[in-house]
């Protein structure tokens, strides 16, 4: 028994990575169907105002993430963009890190087609710029400054979709979906907060505590990783990626919970065993 | 010499730093045009800066290649890396997608190579998250045994899957949902902390940032002085 115990205790790492292979793999490629999901109150502080928003209505999306933070990030994006688009709001896309100018794109794309959207009358993407800071304020002062062509080399201001709108103050609502710095605190410091804009905003789980003091105040709702987004995507009744990946989430984290009791039992037992 | 190196750059950053601190209160139409064209300024000078961080990281890689320490050959992987993708880009002039809606080589390297580059390095923190579960976080404290207590229940009750077992275990005989217990700890004590912190960081930057403005802090301008 003894013998057993020790065994376990030093166990080849590639058995316990093998492990967290089948843990998520076969939950992915055979979904459990597992229960338990709730909405959240900062989940539904996003979805209720864009829910209330009028008809072309102007809201803006910042894609602040990039491939390493896809699978938190992605699903809420397509799930924020689609509920805008099925409450035919007119959308603003951009992004502030370079390396997630694609994914952004990607997710508009899909999302506008899905909803019989046109580019340049219900939505513009305006890509990257450099220097985050300065974007953020050159936005919400005069859009055209910083984006004078879109992301595909239109003259942004002969857009319809950009009709009458000059800067994020004439905004009516605006989401951050970020994996870190640039991200949402700067876009409340610079922009949002400081010209009384709503916002909402969007994250990776382990930003989560550091952007909850924003919340409810400064930004009106926040979703928090993969689980946020499946409860964003219950609530606009789409399941989709977030919601495939929820059974991967809680198994994922009991086999945590499992390796956290082994590691404190295992000595124990060993102690009293012969 | 002296003028040009030290004193015109403190005279930049004085006048600078106090104008731009003063424009954010000031809601005059004036104010919003420096503004403006103070942030126009500022992008045209950062994509200057993205030019000579590429001229340094290959002045340091050159001369790795020349001197061949251990490990010389990943900077060959660099030039190619770099070469490679700013001629894809060049080709395909930044686009993803062709007008006749075709995948371009830049496309193609984002989907193919960046994606899954980028998304394998960050899963591999899941495994060894695990591995650390399991090996090293043994109770040998009070605050020890305080972490893996908070662990433990945060994991119960932001997983679908623990909170249905939360609830079907206990039911209605608690007060209170686990969720709703854990939503009072973030919204309540977590946030009292996390805005002390916030309040703090922010403090300590505006003393850095008056220092820097004042001329006392001047590392900005290589360390020395």
Known sequence: MKRFLEGLANVD???LFLLVVVVILVPIMHPLALPGLKVTDSVRGVYDQIEKLPPRSTIAISFDFD???????YPMALAVTRHAFKKDLKVIGMNLWITGTGLADEILTAAAAEHGKRYGEDYVFLG?????IAVITGVFTDIYKIFSKDQKGNDTRALPVMKGFRSFQQLDYFVELGAGS???PHWVQYGADKFKIKMGGGCTAVSEPGYRPYYPVQITGLIPAMKGAAEYESLIGKPDKAYAGLDAISLGHFLILLALAMCNLIPVLTRFTK | MVFAKKTLPLIVCFVMGTLVAIQYYVPHRLSQSFIEELSHWEIIIAAFAFFLGLVSVMQVHIGKLRRRPPGWGFSLFLFAGIIIGVATG???RGKQISETGAMTPFGWMYNNMLNPLQGTMFCLLGFYIVSAAYRAFKVRSKEAAVLLMVAVLFIFARVPLGQYLWESVWGSTLPWQLHQIVEWIMNTPAKAAGRGILIGVSLGAVAT???IIAGIERQYMGGKD
């Open chain 2, 90 to 92: 060049f080709i395909s």
């Open chain 1, 128 to 132: 990257w710029q450099p220097s985050p």
């Open chain 2, 209 to 211: 940032s008056v220092k």
């Open chain 1, 182 to 184: 640039p991200g949402l």
């Open chain 1, 67 to 73: 491939p390493a933070s896809k699978p938190e990030l």
């Open chain 1, 13 to 15: 790492r590639r058995i």
